[in-house]
Antibody
Framework: EVQLLESGGTLVQSGGSLRLSCTASGFFFSSYSMTWVRQAPGKGLEWVSTIAANGVTTIYGDSVKGRFTISRDNSMNTVFLEMSSLRVDDTAIYYC??????????????????WGQGSLVTVFS | QLVLTQPPSASASLGGSVKLTCTLSSDHSDYVISWLQHLPDKGPRFLMRLDGHGTHLKPDGIPDRFSGSSSGADRYLTISSLQPEDEADYYCQSWTADRRFFGGGTKLTVL
C-alpha cells in the first residue's frame, strides 16, 4: 500500500522560510515523479511543483517560482519542498503526491495517483 | 494554455445517479484527464484516468459505481447508486510537459 507522510507544516511569519518533507513507502520511490499540491482555505486545488524520478528536472507553478525549491533524496524515499519569502497567501494545506509515472522523463502519465493527508502551513503577517 | 472548466456545484438524490462534467480548452480537446474525489479533512483520492475516447482506467478499490466517458472536449464522471459518502468535491486534472492543471472543482450534494 502506498503511504505518503508529510511533515514540517507550522505557523511562520511572513517573509520567513520553511521546509516540508514527505516520506514515502509501499512503492519503488525512485521510479516516479513526485508533486506538491496545495489548497488554501476555501479554495480549490493548486499545483505547486513537480520533480522527476531522477531529481534532475523540476517544474514550478507561477505563484511559487523563484521562492520554492523542490528536491528529493531517493536513498531516503523522501521529497522536500523548501519554501522561502513566504507570504500570507501561501497559507494552505500542502499535499505530497505520487504521480502515475515519470512523465517528466517521458515515461507514463502525470496522473496524481496517490496523496498524503496533508500538512498545514499558516503564514501570518 | 490548458484550461479545465467545471460547474461549481451539482446535486442528486440518494440512490440516484449524477454526471459531472469537465471541459477542456479547445486546443487541448484530446487530452487525458484524471478525476479526483476530495472528502473533507482527507487527502484527495484518485478515481480514474480518462482519455478522449472514453477509455477509463481505475485503480483497485474504486467501486464500479464510478465510471467515465468522453465527448469531444468534455470529460464526464458518472456516479450511480449515490451514497451519502459520495458527497464531496470532485476535481478534474490534466497536464502538459511543464505544468499540471486543475479544474475549479464541483461540489456534489447528495440529497
Amino acid at each position: 500500500e502506498v503511504q505518503l507522510l508529510e511533515s514540517g507544516g507550522t505557523l511562520v511569519q511572513s517573509g520567513g522560510s520553511l521546509r516540508l518533507s514527505c516520506t514515502a513507502s509501499g512503492f519503488f520511490f525512485s521510479s516516479y515523479s513526485m508533486t506538491w499540491v496545495r489548497q488554501a482555505p476555501g479554495k480549490g486545488l493548486e499545483w505547486v511543483s513537480t520533480i522527476a524520478a531522477n531529481g534532475v528536472t523540476t517544474i514550478y507553478g507561477d505563484s511559487v517560482k523563484g521562492r520554492f525549491t523542490i528536491s528529493r533524496d531517493n536513498s531516503m524515499n523522501t521529497v522536500f519542498l523548501e519554501m522561502s519569502s513566504l507570504r500570507v497567501d501561501d497559507t494552505a494545506i500542502y499535499y505530497c503526491v505520487k504521480e502515475g509515472g515519470n512523465a517528466l522523463q517521458g515515461s507514463g502519465y502525470a496522473t496524481l495517483a496517490s496523496w498524503g493527508q496533508g500538512s498545514l502551513v499558516t503564514v501570518f503577517s | 494554455q490548458l484550461v479545465l472548466t467545471q460547474p461549481p456545484s451539482a446535486s442528486a438524490s440518494l440512490g440516484g445517479s449524477v454526471k459531472l462534467t469537465c471541459t477542456l480548452s479547445s486546443d487541448h480537446s484530446d487530452y487525458v484527464i484524471s478525476w479526483l474525489q476530495h472528502l473533507p479533512d482527507k487527502g484527495p483520492r484518485f478515481l480514474m484516468r480518462l482519455d478522449g475516447h472514453g477509455t477509463h482506467l481505475k485503480p483497485d478499490g474504486i467501486p464500479d459505481r464510478f465510471s467515465g466517458s468522453s465527448s469531444g472536449a468534455d470529460r464526464y464522471l458518472t456516479i450511480s447508486s449515490l451514497q451519502p459518502e459520495d458527497e464531496a468535491d470532485y476535481y478534474c486534472q490534466s497536464w502538459t510537459a511543464d505544468r499540471r492543471f486543475f479544474g475549479g472543482g464541483t461540489k456534489l450534494t447528495v440529497l
